[in-house]
């Protein structure tokens, strides 16, 4: 099993990325997948979350209206686009796997069964 997170980098408040997060070893459309984050000294948190067929989704407050999550099953790849980017959703992103029926969602991080690695997105003012 593999989650290989990409996409992170360094750009200025209110800059875009687009983090990307291919999977292998898994069914992946019996998954659905999440983005979580974690600051330096600080807890991983939720970000988003979307069901296996792409159909519900679901933001923290903190990103929502700015962040986007998607899905392409056939290429086995979720994706989080970052809009407005603020100095503190700087952060380790890391996308994660959680098998779960239908349209299911769920939030807390200890639910979720694959990792990826992470990829660092650093925002400055």
């Known amino acids: 099993v593999q989650l290989q997170a990409s996409g992170g980098g360094l750009v200025q408040a209110g800059g875009s990325l687009r983090l990307s997060c291919q999977a292998s070893?898994?069914?992946?459309?019996?998954?659905?997948m999440g983005w979580f984050r974690q600051a330096p000294g600080k807890e991983r948190e939720f970000v988003a979350v979307i069901s296996r067929s792409g159909s519900t989704n679901e933001y923290a407050d903190s990103v929502k209206g700015r962040y986007s999550i998607s899905r392409d099953n056939a290429k086995k790849t979720v994706y989080l686009q970052t809009n407005g980017l603020k100095p503190e959703d700087t952060a380790t992103y890391y996308c994660?796997?959680?098998?779960?029926?239908?349209?299911?969602?769920?939030?807390?991080?200890?639910?979720?069964?694959?990792w990826g690695q992470g990829t660092l997105v650093t925002v400055s003012s």
């Open positions: 070893g898994f069914t992946f459309n019996y998954y659905s």
């Open positions: 994660a796997a959680d098998r779960t029926i239908m349209t299911h969602i769920r939030t807390h991080p200890d639910d979720y069964e694959f």
